[in-house]
């Protein structure tokens, strides 16, 4: 799939895809909130995974909370779909991309894309979803440079850091080509 075709259409997660895109597509860190984000944080500098994408509210912010702030956070504002948060933490710039649950929209890819250019510059970015954030570690892989880290939220499990690599984005690949778009 180019970027140019996934910059000009809608994805939507098929039904048959959720199961699929349950279990960790990385390293699971299952330590309780605090001890999973640094945990991830000590991962990640061993590693030397750069940048790191994090996706989720509760993921971007506590790993700010343990000083390993993300490259570019992604974050709709809630947790749990449901519960608002009232959490801020110091960005260079912010961006806002609509994305309706189960899609990943063409402003999503851009404002990643734009997000991760501006990494690559020093500066931090948020990416603040009106909608859901969920589906958004895909075009985060597919995007990334190999090497970097996206992380997310796994609910009630912890926290999962994909290490970006060929592989890795293959996959992401295969699983966007089953997605419908509109």
Same mark, same amino acid.
């Given at each position: 799939? +180019?970027?140019?075709?996934?910059? =000009?259409?809608?994805?939507?997660?098929?039904?048959?895809?959720?199961?699929?895109? @349950?279990?960790?597509?990385? /390293? !699971?860190? +299952?330590?309780? *909130? !605090?001890?999973?984000?640094?945990?991830?944080?000590? %991962?990640?500098?061993? @590693?030397? !995974?750069?940048?790191?994408? *994090?996706?989720?509210?509760?993921?971007?912010?506590?790993?700010?909370?343990? =000083?390993?702030?993300?490259?570019?956070?992604?974050?709709?504002? /809630?947790?749990?779909?449901?519960? /608002?948060?009232?959490?801020?933490?110091?960005?260079?710039?912010?961006?806002?991309?609509?994305?309706?649950? &189960?899609?990943? $929209?063409?402003?999503?890819?851009?404002?990643?894309?734009? *997000?991760?250019?501006?990494?690559?510059?020093?500066?931090?970015? /948020?990416?603040?979803?009106? &909608?859901?954030?969920?589906? $958004?570690?895909?075009?985060?892989?597919?995007?990334?440079?190999?090497?970097?880290?996206?992380? %997310? &939220?796994?609910? +009630?499990?912890?926290?999962?850091?994909?290490?970006? $690599?060929?592989?890795?984005?293959?996959?992401?690949?295969?699983?966007?080509?089953?997605?419908?778009?509109?």
């Amino acid at each position: 799939m +180019s970027r140019d075709l996934l910059r =000009s259409v809608t994805l939507h997660l098929p039904e048959e895809l959720r199961s699929s895109l @349950k279990p960790p597509k990385g /390293k !699971l860190f +299952s330590r309780e *909130a !605090l001890g999973a984000a640094e945990d991830t944080c000590a %991962y990640i500098r061993q @590693k030397k !995974l750069h940048p790191v994408i *994090a996706v989720g509210d509760m993921v971007s912010i506590n790993l700010d909370k343990v =000083s390993c702030q993300a490259t570019v956070s992604i974050l709709d504002g /809630k947790t749990k779909r449901h519960e /608002k948060l009232d959490f801020e933490f110091a960005v260079d710039v912010v961006f806002q991309a609509a994305n309706p649950a &189960g899609q990943i $929209t063409p402003e999503v890819w851009i404002a990643i894309e734009h *997000a991760l250019a501006l990494g690559a510059k020093g500066k931090t970015v /948020k990416i603040f979803i009106e &909608g859901e954030e969920d589906l $958004t570690a895909l075009p985060a892989v597919m995007l990334s440079p190999l090497g970097a880290a996206v992380v %997310y &939220g796994l609910p +009630s499990k912890g926290i999962v850091v994909i290490k970006v $690599t060929s592989t890795q984005k293959r996959d992401v690949c295969r699983i966007m080509q089953k997605m419908v778009s509109k």
